[in-house]
């Protein structure tokens, strides 16, 4: 369970990550619009730690792609995520927040987890240590690197399958 409530928050720089990179001061954001990550528009679901993932993504408008996600396990809803990538300043920014399954946010009122676009290669689009893989119009990967009880970290993948 903590675990989870780590997920997407804690990242130490001790990871052994073969599928993320990580934004560091020499990185330069790469120019970027929503069409190129517009794919990811639609319903997804997939399964980890133990449970049930399931996100929902928008297509773009107004310069922005919104989603929703959630993990149930046990029955119960342990936590959404709302968020969003939007265009600034010629490049894409992934910002969410996140919510215990009873809607309390677990961020202060005025703050985000922010993803700083990295680059994009082929059917990879690689955030700070967050990445989105195009499998096929039909199912998705995104890897992300979470933070561990014990001050390691550790990459993470979420498989999608599309839902209509």
Not at 54 to 67: A, D, H, K, N, R
Not at 89 to 103: A, S
Request: hydrophobic share 40%; aromatic share 12%; charged share 25%.
């Amino acid at each position: 369970m903590r675990l989870l409530i780590c997920l997407f928050i804690c990242v130490s720089f001790a990871c052994r990550a073969q599928n993320t990179k990580a934004f560091t001061q020499s990185t330069e954001a790469p120019k970027a619009t929503l069409a190129n990550v517009s794919w990811i528009a639609g319903h997804w679901k997939g399964e980890a730690f133990g449970g049930i993932t399931e996100e929902i993504w928008s297509p773009p408008l107004g310069g922005s792609m919104m989603f929703v996600f959630k993990i149930v396990a046990g029955g119960k809803v342990v936590f959404y995520e709302i968020g969003h990538i939007q265009e600034v300043q010629e490049t894409l920014l992934l910002q969410l927040k996140h919510f215990h399954g009873d809607l309390k946010g677990w961020e202060t009122k005025d703050e985000t987890v922010d993803f700083k676009l990295v680059a994009m290669e082929g059917n990879r689009i690689y955030f700070d240590r967050f990445t989105i893989e195009k499998i096929s119009t039909t199912e998705i990967n995104m890897y992300v690197v979470i933070g561990n009880d014990d001050g390691t970290s550790e990459e993470v993948k979420f498989n999608y399958k599309r839902q209509n």
